[in-house]
């Protein structure tokens, strides 16, 4: 095999066409390997223009080795990169890397199963043949999955690459035929493979030794000089395409505007700035093309005059042809074609996208991940099985996704089964079969009737329904031959993630569009930089490359974990990373005819500094003359001052006209109501912040409250209406945090005290409280296993940082019990979870109140004390803690509006509203009567709730009274921020609020 060095692509190319059709002339046909499809279309194209395309047949290795199997192979069929992952997948679920006595297998990791894999496809026969004593510790584990792999090709008669390649090179069966290999990235097993056959091979290489002897080698034949001579370059890029990576310092590239420089501040700006600078590279050309045209115009009537003929209609102009280049060329697409199609420019791709990136690989990933979990309470999320429901895959209506959805999220303790249960439950009529596929279990049948459904969805746009057909086809494809391997489904869902859909769309420039110019006629192309290197040269009039920082275009070369095991098997061949990058940059700036525009952003949505890519640097050397010195270019864009009225930067100082044009403008032309603050409700709308209430049988024609809402009201109301009316900040999915932990405790100590009611004790006394903490880890455990079958607000323990939760607040609601012993002696729970007004609402401050009393406590002369529990009570919660200095209430006023509650509907004399604490410091504050209860004997030392300035009776009153006026306030719809201290704003939703408080 000889091996040919050229300094480009270009020349590498040329030499490689003249030894082909030399070869094939003389042997009548020879073979010219290239690297991708679209090379060998535009090689082909190449070997047509220049009439040399007869006996050369242009293919890529793969098809070459494919085509050589089918003629000499033994029958055992090659297979895909899809297939091999699931198959070195099934060797690690087996543990077949742990033949060794007492040695762990090796994990299924994306970075085991893609060193397994590229192993076994370039080097599986080194890898058997290697002499295990050589070997130790994770290398023999290799080996020994490599030797699990190949048992199971042999079960599935099936030949890996490597295998075909030390088949065809043993049995000699591929001589004869000329072979000439352009610049392919080969295996050391496929250099002996086309050694063996006496392939020429001829490769790029950028080093200075081989630029100097290829600038001195005349080009190899004339016909392909002819073919690029007939493509029409600007100077400046045929200038720079010979002194890219090699710049003459002494006579460096002179800028006449056919490279520009656009670099945004950051992204928000980058898709404007974008848009912008296409916009006028397109009217650059037109300009361009239009100068010509009158210049021939010019020419032929200075022409001597001659018969005119018949006037043939005008031709159509061809659009301008832009490449834009970028790591990410759809989400490029997406950003860019609505923009530039305003402007009249259309747009299109055509790439691989990752399943997971499409709509319906995004469902069905989350349907897989969901359907493959435990069926045990909550290893799952909710929000698998709703994101699958609210898609458009579901073959569910809106309504009965969005009720699906409130069922998984509000029920934690719901297991995988019953929400598949339900998920059938909510499904169309028309599609039960799909539900019921889904429930078994038996996910390839349902996503066949997913393909089934998908072909007929005439109401979608054609390209958005072909790329979901391609989608849920590589589902199939995935889930059968997973099947045929017996491989468990979180390793299917693994292989969902990495798995490539072809992907194309085509946005239509409008002429019509917001900004558009009739004369604007063009055609952007998306594309990566290795398949922009592909194009034939000079087929395009712009080359646009985006993404040129050192985060998107890194020089490494750095040894791999799979280099090393290749090393260690014999195997190992460089890979020369940065030469391909390098080799494709250049070929890609051999492309445009007009323009090359360079883009980049400075910094990232973070506001850090983004370094441009080595890449670029190398570029703009070539227009300078002192590389060693840093003054010669600014620190803005890193431009010396030739290349510097070329560059053009934009900010993000106006970010609403630059990520909405539109708006921006009807704003400055007034057409935009004015919209009402945030915090404020419209007088028609007020009389809607208080709707009516409703009984267990009929519906009231006034609002009933509750104690702890007139409380927020109190605390701040705008908090109230964001919380209670509008249910911002509550959420959909259940949770495991203070609410839940509230109620579930507040159900142990009200069942507690029932409890012991029921055996005759009256309370928890010193001689009892052993007995009462033993009875409330009866209770609380035989509750706590109660949990997961209720709806709402369910304390489930799901992990085990959650079970240690638990466990505490048994251990708090013990320390609380012993702690309760010595509270009120005088007095004994008389009622728990008591609800007062249940079914006629009680009077209170002009409003009707309804509520849920946690504890009241009698003596035996019918007085009473309200016994509010808390996670924790702070200074907020004192009698003497007011709202205002000439006030009686309080900040905290929901246990005196129990008590007189109590008061009117039982008829008892309240003495007593205080709040308990069950957290992890038990403590006690509220409000008494000093002539009945003592603070220290009676209430563990309660301090400053002592009602000394009037009888306490006259105190609720009082309190009812100011309050009237706030619930005024609450009737009219006022629902202004007013935030009564910094802890009403604590947790409060509305965090752009302007009179909140910082804590």
Known sequence: ??????????????????????????????????????????????????????????????????????????????????????????????????????????????????????????????????????FAGAELQVLDALHGYQALLEQQGLVEDSQVVAFLRQCGSVQGIPVVVLD?????????????????????????????????????????????????????????????????????VQPQGAVRFAYAAGPYAHDQLAAEQLLEAVEAVEAARADRATCAQEAASA???EPEPATPAAPEVAPVQVLYVARDPRQRFLDLA??????????????FVPLRRTDFGRAWITLVDFVSTEGTPGTFSPSQISDFALSSFSFMSLGAAQRLDERVRGWR???????????????????RDFAAAVVEGDLLEAVELQIQALVTRVDWPDSHRLLQVDAARAVREVLLRAQELGLSLDQVQEELRRVGVPCSGFVQGSAQGEGARACVRAQVTFATLRQAACEE????????????????????????????????IGAYKPRR???????????????????????????????????????????????????????????????????????????????????????????????????LPTTTVSLQEREAVLLPGRTAEELLDYPVLSPSAIEKYLQCPHKWYVESRLGAGTGLEAGFGPLESGIFAHRVLGMLHEQLKREGKSRVTRENVVYAQQLTQQLFQSELAQEPFRYESAYVPLTQMEQHQAQE????????????????????????????????????????????????????????????????VGRGYSFDSKVEEESVAPQRVQALIYAQMVRRVLGVVPVGAVYVSYGKRLGIAGAYDPLVLDPVQDLQGIGGGACDLLPFEDALDQVEEELAAVLARMRAGDVEPRPLTKDACAYCPAVSCPNRIQA
Request: net charge negative; with cysteine; glycine share 6%.
């Open 577 to 675: 990373r940065i030469q391909q990058l390098r080799r494709s940059f250049q070929q890609v700036l051999g492309v445009p005819r007009s323009r090359v525009l360079l883009m980049r952003c400075l910094n990232d949505s973070d506001a850090k500094e983004l370094r441009p890519a080595a890449l670029l640097e190398e570029l703009v050397d070539c227009y300078r003359r002192d590389p060693q010195n840093p003054g010669e270019v600014d620190k803005v864009m890193g431009l010396p001052a030739p290349l510097r009225p070329f560059g053009v930067t934009l900010g993000e100082d106006q970010l609403s006209q630059i990520l909405d044009p539109q708006q921006s403008r009807a704003q400055e032309e007034g057409v935009l109501a004015t919209a």
């Open 338 to 351: 609505d923009r530039l199609s305003d402007l009249g420019i259309s747009s299109q791709v055509r790439v």
């Open 809 to 872: 607040l048994l251990r708090r609601l013990q320390a609380f019990v012993e702690w309760e012993a010595d509270l009120l002696p005088d007095f004994a729970p008389q009622y728990s979870e008591f609800t007062l007004g249940e079914e006629t609402p009680i009077s209170y401050a002009g409003v009707h109140v309804r509520g849920r009393l946690d504890r009241l406590d009698l003596d035996p002369y019918g007085r009473a004390v309200v016994v509010d529990y808390k996670g924790g």
């Open 1 to 134: 095999m000889g091996t040919i060095l050229h300094a480009t692509y270009t020349r590498a190319r040329d030499h490689a066409l003249e030894l082909a059709v030399s070869a094939a002339k003389a042997k009548g046909r020879c073979t010219l390997v290239v690297r991708s499809y679209d090379e060998t279309v535009a090689v082909k194209k190449l070997l047509d223009a220049a009439g040399g395309a007869l006996g050369v047949q242009v293919v890529t290795l793969k098809d070459w080795l494919q085509d050589a199997w089918e003629l000499f192979g033994d029958g055992r069929q090659r297979f895909d990169a899809v297939q091999r992952e699931l198959m070195v997948r099934r060797v690690l679920q087996d543990g077949s890397s742990a033949a060794q006595p007492g040695a762990e297998p090796l994990a299924c990791t994306p970075g085991i199963v893609e060193l397994l894999g590229t192993v076994a496809r370039d080097a599986l026969p080194a890898a058997l043949a290697a002499d295990r004593a050589d």
């Open 413 to 431: 303790g719901q297991t995988v089964d019953e929400a598949l249960t339900d998920l059938a439950g909510f499904q169309d009529e028309d599609h």
């Open 537 to 568: 040269p000079g087929s395009v009039d712009v080359l646009a490359i985006d993404d040129l920082t050192a985060q998107d275009y890194p020089l490494k070369d750095d040894l791999t974990a799979i280099d090393q095991v290749m090393d260690r």
């Open 303 to 305: 022409a001597p005059a």
């Open 184 to 252: 392919v990235p080969t295996t050391a097993a496929q250099d002996d493979l086309l050694a063996s056959v006496g392939a020429q091979v001829l490769e790029v290489c950028l080093d200075q030794e081989v630029w100097e002897a290829d600038r001195e080698t005349p080009p190899q034949g004339q016909r392909w000089q002819q073919v690029h001579a007939a493509v029409d370059r600007d100077p400046e890029l045929q200038h720079l395409a010979r002194a890219l990576f090699r710049p003459d310092f002494q006579n460096p």
